[in-house]
């Protein structure tokens, strides 16, 4: 079975710290991975896309790196924001998904605190 | 602006009452979906749709039905609803399933609380 594996749960860090999300999938063959960022209340915001022959990929303060052999994928925030206080959602798109071929993670529930 | 129109943001209803919720994109988007969010369950695909006409089911399609008669609509059909589908409910749309430069666009939500 298809699944994208997101840990940890949930982190809380203080504001201005650096943290790291791990997303770990079975999705075969794979065709891209995407992070979304939903604030509370609010529907998911695409952070950034990684296709197979991407490493690193940058979007300010956020990056994701994409390791395809070992099937994971990370996503570090330097210099944390109040504003970064948010479920960090690591969805997976290849033939072998959901049906649809979408593979939704169940997220990282971030908090940053003062 | 570009953006996927959820309505209503907060519904409150009885059992077997049944309700649609609409959503609406202005993006001329092929593809759209319908996820309900639980805690510790993450986001959940209910039914999506490639294009006009053509709809699918989702992971927990049950309870629901869907339609897509035109391309910016894809309302959410509740026939009878039950406690069990007290949830928040996401719609999103992008061009096609799988393209790169084609992320998913949520609506804001829409929370339904059945008793």
């Known amino acids: 079975k298809n699944q994208v594996e997101q840990s940890p749960q949930s982190l809380i860090i203080l504001e201005g710290k650096n943290c790291t999300l791990q997303c770990n999938y079975t999705v075969s063959p794979f065709s891209n991975l995407r992070w979304y960022k939903q604030d509370t209340g609010r529907g998911p915001v695409s952070l950034t896309i990684m296709t197979f022959s991407e490493n690193t990929k940058s979007n300010g303060r956020y990056t994701a790196t994409l390791d395809a052999d070992t099937k994971q994928s990370s996503l570090h925030i330097t210099a944390s924001q109040l504003s970064d206080s948010a479920s960090y959602i690591c969805?997976?798109?290849?033939?072998?998904?959901?049906?649809?071929?979408?593979?939704f993670g169940k997220g990282t529930h971030l908090i940053i605190q003062p | 602006e570009a953006q996927v129109t959820q309505n209503p943001r907060y519904l409150i209803t009885v059992t077997g009452k049944k309700l649609t919720v609409t959503c609406s994109q202005n993006?001329?988007?092929?593809?759209m979906s319908w996820y309900r969010q639980d805690p510790g369950l993450g986001l959940r695909q209910i039914y999506y749709s490639m294009n006009v006409e053509v709809t699918d089911k989702g992971d927990v399609p049950e309870g629901y039905k869907v339609s897509r008669k035109e391309k910016r609509n894809f309302p959410l059909i509740l026939e009878s609803p039950s406690p069990n589908q007290t949830s928040l409910y996401f719609c999103?749309?992008?061009?096609?399933?799988?393209?790169?430069?084609?992320?998913?666009?949520f609506g804001n939500g829409t929370r339904l609380t059945v008793t």
């Open positions: 993006m001329n988007h092929e593809y």
């Open positions: 969805v997976v798109t290849g033939s072998g998904g959901g049906a649809d071929g979408l593979t």
């Open positions: 999103a749309s992008s061009l096609s399933r799988s393209s790169y430069n084609s992320p998913l666009h």
